[in-house]
């Protein structure tokens, strides 16, 4: 059973940064994928940013230029930096494990407030 747990989330005042982290209970190195996603209140849970086994990076339009996913192979910790932050970057932010064995975790989430 993979573990995943997120921490850094928090208020900011927009414009903001904050660096959210996922600290992983298994090798992510072995991991297909590690991610980001987030929920706001009434809306779906959408892809924020995803890093593949061999590193690839991509994001989702809203978030390009302003947020960078990153890992510590290491540490077995995943990264995520927000700068300049909106209020509509609002919501709960998970953090997402594809498996060697394809197998999909989840950790529990990290709420982010953006106040104008």
């Known amino acids: 059973q993979v573990q995943l747990v997120e921490s850094g989330g928090g208020e900011v005042q927009a414009g903001g940064s904050l660096r959210l982290s996922c600290a992983a209970s298994?090798?992510?190195?072995?991991?297909?994928?590690m991610a980001w996603y987030r929920q706001a209140p009434g809306k779906q849970r959408e892809l924020v940013a995803r890093i593949t086994k061999s590193g690839n990076t991509n994001y989702a339009d809203s978030v390009k230029g302003r947020f960078t996913i990153s890992r510590d192979i290491a540490d077995n910790t995943l990264y995520l930096q927000m700068n300049s932050l909106k209020p509509e970057d609002t919501a709960v932010y998970y953090c997402?494990?594809?498996?060697?064995?394809?197998?999909?975790?989840w950790g529990q989430g990290t709420q982010v407030t953006v106040s104008s």
């Open positions: 298994i090798s992510i190195f072995s991991a297909n994928a």
């Open positions: 997402n494990c594809v498996a060697r064995d394809y197998r999909e975790y």
